[in-house]
């Protein structure tokens, strides 16, 4: 039998995450983080394993939230290649992002930043979405100029955190609140040679789909209106998924 997500995140876990933060950090209580987590890990599904361990280290960690995230920055380790690798090798940061998803709202600048870095080693577009949904209009600029950066995983994180649908999070209606500035993003992402990222940007679609389908064809009028890339035909093929359904 296959391994489930959740048991990667185990006893033996805790432990090397521990070893990590401790040669890192002196203010980190290494016994009470094991207190928070060692004797309930197991009994957890994976979303909840993801917030006690954020939530332990957050007990355990006597720093404020930002000398937290400058000590984070230490342990993310080298960049991935590509687009690829976020559960092959960057699958043990999950917590730290979800650190920031809890804790790091009032923060914008530090976590954004963080953000954007932790994306390289992982994805962090848990952790943007209660910035997005606090300030939204901070969040769409700096969000335009990532869906041009020429790093790959932050042009795909452009797209992904503004999901309406996203996989294990609360909705998020920026997308339709700020539809013009959403546009833009996606616009600048449909010519994309990335194939995660045309992925990311028809999910998108088909989210949009589900919630507005006026919106959804007016993109897709946009896109058709000028001379197409064989990446945005695929996108709007893709994205279309749903509405090709309710149409046969």
């Not at 950090?25 to 004797?39: A, I, L, N, P, Q």
């Not at 979303?47 to 230490?74: C, G, P, W």
């Not at 990446?231 to 359904?245: P, Q």
Request: proline residues 2%.
């Amino acid at each position: 039998m296959a391994k489930k997500l959740k048991d990667y995140y185990d006893l033996e876990y805790l432990e090397n995450l521990a070893t990590v933060i401790e040669k890192q950090c002196k203010d980190f209580d290494k016994k009470k983080f094991f207190e928070g987590t060692k004797s309930s890990i197991e009994k957890c599904e994976f979303n909840q394993r993801q917030e006690r361990i954020a939530r332990s280290l957050h007990e355990s960690i006597d720093l404020d939230y930002e000398n937290t995230v400058l000590m984070f920055y230490k342990i993310l380790g080298p960049e991935l290649r590509g687009n690829s690798g976020a559960f092959s090798k960057g699958w043990w940061l999950w917590p730290i992002g979800k650190y920031v998803e809890l804790y790091g709202e009032d923060y914008f600048d530090v976590s954004i930043d963080f953000s954007k870095e932790l994306t390289k080693r992982f994805t962090s577009e848990y952790c943007m979405r209660p910035l997005i949904k606090k300030y939204p209009e901070s969040s769409l600029e700096v969000l335009k100029d990532w869906s041009l950066d020429a790093n790959e995983r932050v042009r795909r994180l452009s797209s992904e955190c503004l999901r309406i649908r996203l996989p294990w999070a609360k909705r998020l209606y920026t997308a339709l609140e700020y539809f013009d500035r959403y546009l833009e993003i996606l616009t600048n992402l449909k010519d994309d040679k990335d194939g995660y990222i045309q992925k990311s940007v028809a999910n998108n679609m088909n989210d949009l789909y589900k919630e507005d389908s006026k919106k959804f064809y007016e993109i897709i009028a946009k896109w058709e209106s000028e001379v197409m890339s064989k990446e945005c035909k695929w996108i709007i093929n893709h994205g279309s998924r749903n509405a090709k359904k309710e149409r046969t």
